[in-house]
Protein backbone atom coordinates (compact mmCIF):
# COMPACT_ATOMS: atom_id res chain seq x y z
CA UNK A 1 0.00 0.00 0.00
CA UNK A 2 1.67 3.44 -1.43
CA UNK A 3 0.48 7.19 -1.27
CA UNK A 4 -1.09 7.16 -4.91
CA UNK A 5 -2.79 3.88 -4.05
CA UNK A 6 -4.31 5.75 -1.36
CA UNK A 7 -4.85 8.67 -3.43
CA UNK A 8 -6.32 6.60 -6.28
CA UNK A 9 -8.60 5.09 -3.72
CA UNK A 10 -9.41 8.51 -1.86
CA UNK A 11 -10.51 10.40 -5.33
CA UNK A 12 -12.50 7.45 -5.89
CA UNK A 13 -14.35 7.45 -3.06
CA UNK A 14 -15.58 10.61 -3.27
CA UNK A 15 -16.41 10.61 -6.55
CA UNK A 16 -17.88 7.39 -6.93
CA UNK A 17 -17.12 7.27 -10.56
CA UNK A 18 -14.70 4.76 -12.02
CA UNK A 19 -14.56 7.43 -15.17
CA UNK A 20 -14.56 10.19 -13.40
CA UNK A 21 -11.54 9.25 -11.10
CA UNK A 22 -9.79 7.54 -14.10
CA UNK A 23 -9.82 11.08 -16.09
CA UNK A 24 -9.25 13.69 -12.99
CA UNK A 25 -6.09 11.16 -11.72
CA UNK A 26 -4.27 10.73 -15.15
CA UNK A 27 -4.62 6.56 -15.53
CA UNK A 28 -6.60 4.36 -17.57
CA UNK A 29 -9.90 2.35 -16.13
CA UNK A 30 -8.29 -0.66 -16.56
CA UNK A 31 -4.98 0.65 -14.21
CA UNK A 32 -7.34 2.38 -11.56
CA UNK A 33 -9.37 -0.86 -11.10
CA UNK A 34 -6.14 -2.98 -11.17
CA UNK A 35 -4.56 -1.19 -8.43
CA UNK A 36 -8.41 -1.08 -6.45
CA UNK A 37 -7.98 -4.67 -6.70
CA UNK A 38 -4.63 -4.89 -5.31
CA UNK A 39 -5.60 -2.37 -2.31
CA UNK A 40 -8.67 -4.91 -1.75
CA UNK A 41 -6.52 -8.32 -1.88
CA UNK A 42 -4.43 -6.69 0.72
CA UNK A 43 -6.75 -5.87 2.96
CA UNK A 44 -8.77 -9.23 2.55
CA UNK A 45 -12.10 -7.33 2.28
CA UNK A 46 -13.85 -5.31 -0.67
CA UNK A 47 -13.97 -1.67 -0.83
CA UNK A 48 -16.47 -1.11 -3.05
CA UNK A 49 -19.94 -2.21 -3.81
CA UNK A 50 -19.85 -1.82 -7.97
CA UNK A 51 -23.24 -2.09 -10.33
CA UNK A 52 -23.98 -0.55 -13.38
CA UNK A 53 -24.97 2.55 -12.59
CA UNK A 54 -23.19 3.06 -8.96
CA UNK A 55 -20.07 2.56 -6.80
CA UNK A 56 -20.62 2.69 -2.79
CA UNK A 57 -18.30 2.26 -0.46
CA UNK A 58 -18.30 -0.77 1.30
CA UNK A 59 -18.00 -0.54 5.03
CA UNK A 60 -14.45 -1.72 4.94
CA UNK A 61 -14.01 0.87 2.34
CA UNK A 62 -14.92 3.81 4.64
CA UNK A 63 -12.67 2.54 7.20
CA UNK A 64 -9.97 2.59 4.64
CA UNK A 65 -11.44 6.22 3.72
CA UNK A 66 -10.82 7.30 7.05
CA UNK A 67 -7.50 5.94 7.24
CA UNK A 68 -6.42 7.84 3.73
CA UNK A 69 -7.64 10.91 4.28
CA UNK A 70 -5.38 10.77 7.68
CA UNK A 71 -2.68 9.24 6.24
CA UNK A 72 -2.56 11.70 3.15
CA UNK A 73 -3.09 14.46 5.53
CA UNK A 74 0.28 13.08 7.56
CA UNK A 75 2.09 13.11 4.46
CA UNK A 76 1.48 16.63 3.25
CA UNK A 77 2.37 17.69 6.44
CA UNK A 78 5.73 16.19 6.22
CA UNK A 79 6.19 17.64 3.07
CA UNK A 80 4.96 20.52 4.73
CA UNK A 81 7.78 20.32 7.44
CA UNK A 82 10.83 18.85 4.66
CA UNK A 83 9.95 22.13 2.78
CA UNK A 84 10.39 24.41 5.09
CA UNK A 85 13.72 23.12 5.97
CA UNK A 86 14.49 23.68 2.24
CA UNK A 87 16.05 26.99 0.69
CA UNK A 88 13.06 27.47 -1.85
CA UNK A 89 10.00 25.54 -2.73
CA UNK A 90 9.73 22.80 -5.65
CA UNK A 91 7.52 20.20 -6.74
CA UNK A 92 4.30 20.59 -9.17
CA UNK A 93 1.35 23.08 -9.29
CA UNK A 94 -1.47 22.11 -11.54
CA UNK A 95 -3.31 25.18 -12.88
CA UNK A 96 -6.49 25.24 -15.01
CA UNK A 97 -8.07 27.91 -16.81
CA UNK A 98 -9.17 28.83 -20.42
CA UNK A 99 -7.53 29.80 -23.23
CA UNK A 100 -8.24 33.04 -22.99
CA UNK A 101 -7.33 33.59 -19.45
CA UNK A 102 -3.78 32.06 -20.04
CA UNK A 103 -3.27 34.60 -22.65
CA UNK A 104 -4.95 38.08 -20.19
CA UNK A 105 -4.63 37.66 -16.98
CA UNK A 106 -2.55 33.99 -16.15
CA UNK A 107 1.11 35.63 -16.97
CA UNK A 108 0.77 38.87 -14.96
CA UNK A 109 0.46 36.35 -11.52
CA UNK A 110 2.56 33.32 -13.03
CA UNK A 111 5.43 35.58 -13.98
CA UNK A 112 5.28 36.47 -10.07
CA UNK A 113 4.85 33.18 -8.88
CA UNK A 114 7.96 31.71 -11.48
CA UNK A 115 10.62 34.70 -10.19
CA UNK A 116 10.11 33.85 -6.47
CA UNK A 117 9.65 30.09 -6.71
CA UNK A 118 11.64 29.04 -9.82
CA UNK A 119 12.40 25.09 -8.89
CA UNK A 120 8.14 24.69 -9.58
CA UNK A 121 6.70 23.50 -12.08
CA UNK A 122 3.76 24.24 -13.65
CA UNK A 123 0.75 22.22 -15.02
CA UNK A 124 -1.42 23.95 -17.48
CA UNK A 125 -4.87 22.40 -18.38
CA UNK A 126 -6.94 24.59 -20.47
CA UNK A 127 -10.66 24.48 -21.48
CA UNK A 128 -13.95 25.81 -20.82
CA UNK A 129 -13.58 28.57 -18.00
CA UNK A 130 -17.33 27.69 -16.81
CA UNK A 131 -15.84 24.25 -15.55
CA UNK A 132 -12.91 25.87 -13.07
CA UNK A 133 -14.66 25.37 -9.92
CA UNK A 134 -15.81 21.59 -10.49
CA UNK A 135 -12.20 21.03 -11.64
CA UNK A 136 -11.19 22.18 -8.45
CA UNK A 137 -13.40 20.53 -6.32
CA UNK A 138 -12.09 17.17 -7.51
CA UNK A 139 -8.75 17.83 -7.58
CA UNK A 140 -8.20 17.67 -11.32
CA UNK A 141 -6.30 21.21 -10.93
CA UNK A 142 -4.76 23.10 -7.39
CA UNK A 143 -6.19 26.21 -8.65
CA UNK A 144 -8.02 27.28 -11.40
CA UNK A 145 -9.01 30.79 -12.97
CA UNK A 146 -12.70 31.33 -13.19
CA UNK A 147 -16.08 33.40 -13.41
CA UNK A 148 -16.99 33.86 -9.96
CA UNK A 149 -20.81 31.83 -9.83
CA UNK A 150 -23.57 33.24 -7.88
CA UNK A 151 -23.08 30.82 -5.06
CA UNK A 152 -19.58 29.89 -4.38
CA UNK A 153 -19.32 26.24 -2.93
CA UNK A 154 -18.68 26.69 1.01
CA UNK A 155 -15.63 24.56 0.67
CA UNK A 156 -14.16 26.75 -2.33
CA UNK A 157 -11.87 30.06 -1.81
CA UNK A 158 -12.48 33.08 -4.30
CA UNK A 159 -9.46 35.97 -5.39
CA UNK A 160 -10.69 38.50 -7.54
CA UNK A 161 -8.06 39.28 -10.07
CA UNK A 162 -10.38 41.37 -12.50
CA UNK A 163 -13.85 42.40 -13.79
CA UNK A 164 -15.04 41.28 -17.28
CA UNK A 165 -17.88 43.09 -19.14
CA UNK A 166 -20.12 41.27 -22.00
CA UNK A 167 -20.41 42.49 -25.54
CA UNK A 168 -23.20 41.39 -27.69
CA UNK A 169 -21.29 40.10 -30.94
CA UNK A 170 -22.97 39.65 -34.59
CA UNK A 171 -20.74 38.66 -37.90
CA UNK A 172 -19.75 41.31 -39.77
CA UNK A 173 -19.96 39.77 -43.14
CA UNK A 174 -23.35 39.59 -45.12
CA UNK A 175 -25.53 37.27 -43.90
CA UNK A 176 -29.20 36.43 -42.23
CA UNK A 177 -27.95 36.73 -39.36
CA UNK A 178 -26.29 40.08 -39.95
CA UNK A 179 -29.60 41.13 -41.83
CA UNK A 180 -31.74 40.48 -39.14
CA UNK A 181 -29.72 42.13 -36.13
CA UNK A 182 -29.22 45.45 -38.32
CA UNK A 183 -32.52 46.53 -38.66
CA UNK A 184 -34.02 49.33 -37.19
CA UNK A 185 -36.20 47.55 -34.40
CA UNK A 186 -34.64 44.03 -34.60
CA UNK A 187 -37.13 41.32 -33.49
CA UNK A 188 -34.60 39.72 -31.01
CA UNK A 189 -37.14 37.14 -30.48
CA UNK A 190 -36.49 35.49 -33.93
CA UNK A 191 -32.73 36.23 -34.11
CA UNK A 192 -30.82 32.81 -33.68
CA UNK A 193 -28.36 32.89 -30.14
CA UNK A 194 -25.74 30.72 -29.42
CA UNK A 195 -25.44 30.04 -25.68
CA UNK A 196 -22.48 29.01 -23.45
CA UNK A 197 -23.80 25.65 -21.46
CA UNK A 198 -22.97 26.86 -18.19
CA UNK A 199 -21.01 29.50 -16.36
CA UNK A 200 -22.00 33.74 -15.94
CA UNK A 201 -21.91 34.20 -19.33
CA UNK A 202 -25.22 31.67 -19.14
CA UNK A 203 -27.09 33.19 -16.54
CA UNK A 204 -26.67 36.76 -17.22
CA UNK A 205 -27.97 36.03 -21.07
CA UNK A 206 -30.53 34.87 -19.49
CA UNK A 207 -31.33 38.22 -17.72
CA UNK A 208 -30.75 39.58 -20.87
CA UNK A 209 -33.62 37.57 -22.94
CA UNK A 210 -36.14 38.44 -19.46
CA UNK A 211 -35.29 42.18 -19.45
CA UNK A 212 -35.65 42.70 -22.97
CA UNK A 213 -38.80 39.97 -22.52
CA UNK A 214 -37.74 37.22 -24.45
CA UNK A 215 -39.57 34.27 -23.64
CA UNK A 216 -38.88 31.57 -26.41
CA UNK A 217 -35.33 32.56 -27.52
CA UNK A 218 -33.77 30.91 -31.13
CA UNK A 219 -31.02 28.95 -29.71
CA UNK A 220 -28.39 27.96 -32.67
CA UNK A 221 -26.66 26.09 -29.99
CA UNK A 222 -25.22 25.31 -26.56
CA UNK A 223 -21.64 25.26 -26.62
CA UNK A 224 -18.47 24.44 -24.32
CA UNK A 225 -15.92 27.41 -24.20
CA UNK A 226 -16.02 30.70 -24.97
CA UNK A 227 -13.40 30.77 -27.87
CA UNK A 228 -15.55 27.98 -29.97
CA UNK A 229 -18.76 30.36 -29.47
CA UNK A 230 -16.99 33.71 -31.10
CA UNK A 231 -15.75 31.26 -34.10
CA UNK A 232 -19.42 30.02 -34.83
CA UNK A 233 -20.30 33.66 -34.36
CA UNK A 234 -17.94 34.34 -37.59
CA UNK A 235 -19.58 31.98 -39.63
CA UNK A 236 -23.00 33.18 -39.34
CA UNK A 237 -24.52 30.60 -37.12
CA UNK A 238 -25.98 33.20 -34.61
CA UNK A 239 -24.79 36.07 -32.02
CA UNK A 240 -23.84 35.63 -29.13
CA UNK A 241 -23.50 37.40 -25.76
CA UNK A 242 -19.34 37.35 -24.83
CA UNK A 243 -17.07 38.27 -22.33
CA UNK A 244 -14.91 41.04 -24.07
CA UNK A 245 -11.44 39.51 -23.36
CA UNK A 246 -12.58 36.19 -25.31
CA UNK A 247 -12.88 39.14 -28.24
CA UNK A 248 -10.06 40.69 -27.82
CA UNK A 249 -7.82 37.74 -27.52
CA UNK A 250 -9.39 35.99 -30.72
CA UNK A 251 -7.00 35.51 -33.38
CA UNK A 252 -6.83 38.52 -36.32
CA UNK A 253 -8.98 36.44 -38.68
CA UNK A 254 -11.91 35.87 -36.47
CA UNK A 255 -11.82 39.27 -35.05
CA UNK A 256 -12.10 40.32 -38.39
CA UNK A 257 -15.77 38.74 -39.22
CA UNK A 258 -17.28 39.64 -35.72
CA UNK A 259 -18.58 43.23 -35.01
CA UNK A 260 -19.99 44.28 -31.46
CA UNK A 261 -23.51 45.58 -31.59
CA UNK A 262 -24.80 48.17 -29.10
CA UNK A 263 -27.91 46.49 -27.37
CA UNK A 264 -26.07 45.35 -24.26
CA UNK A 265 -28.48 47.38 -21.32
CA UNK A 266 -28.44 45.93 -18.10
CA UNK A 267 -25.67 43.84 -18.47
CA UNK A 268 -23.94 43.38 -15.36
CA UNK A 269 -19.82 42.57 -15.93
CA UNK A 270 -19.17 39.23 -13.60
CA UNK A 271 -15.87 39.06 -11.77
CA UNK A 272 -12.96 36.65 -12.74
CA UNK A 273 -10.72 35.21 -9.85
CA UNK A 274 -8.64 32.64 -8.48
CA UNK A 275 -10.10 29.77 -6.45
CA UNK A 276 -9.14 26.51 -4.65
CA UNK A 277 -10.41 24.38 -1.95
CA UNK A 278 -9.96 26.21 1.46
CA UNK A 279 -8.49 23.11 2.69
CA UNK A 280 -5.54 23.06 0.57
CA UNK A 281 -4.22 26.32 1.90
CA UNK A 282 -2.47 24.54 3.91
CA UNK A 283 0.09 23.27 1.68
CA UNK A 284 2.67 24.95 0.69
CA UNK A 285 2.71 25.76 -3.23
CA UNK A 286 -0.76 26.54 -3.08
CA UNK A 287 -0.13 28.76 -0.23
CA UNK A 288 2.40 30.72 -1.63
CA UNK A 289 0.69 30.85 -5.35
CA UNK A 290 -2.69 32.37 -3.49
CA UNK A 291 -0.39 34.97 -1.39
CA UNK A 292 0.55 36.69 -4.43
CA UNK A 293 -3.08 37.54 -5.32
CA UNK A 294 -4.28 40.81 -4.97
CA UNK A 295 -7.76 39.80 -2.82
CA UNK A 296 -7.05 36.40 -1.45
CA UNK A 297 -8.96 36.99 1.55
CA UNK A 298 -12.06 36.58 -0.09
Same mark, same amino acid.
Given at each position: MDIRDLQLFLHLAESCHFGRT? /? @??? +????? $???? *???????? =? #? &? $???????? +??? %??? =?? #? $? /??? @?????LQYQQLKHALNQQSPSLSGELHLFCSVTAAYSHLPQVLDKFRALHPLVEIKLTTGDAADAVDKVETKEADLGIAGKPEKLPDNVRFA???? *??? !? $??? &?????? +???? !? %????PDWSSV &??????? =?????????????????? &?? *??? %? !?? =????? +????ALGCGIALIPSVVVDNSPEPVRSRISQLDNISMVEPFELGVCLLSKRLSEPLVKAFWELLPEHSI
Open positions: S /K @AMH +VSPST $LSRQ *IQRLEDQL =G #H &P $LFIRDNRS +VKL %TQA =GE #H $L /KQF @AQQTLKIGE *IPL !V $LIA &PSLPCA +VRSM !V %TEDD &PFILPEH =GPSRKRIELWFKRHHIHN &PV *IYA %T !VS =GHEAI +VSMV
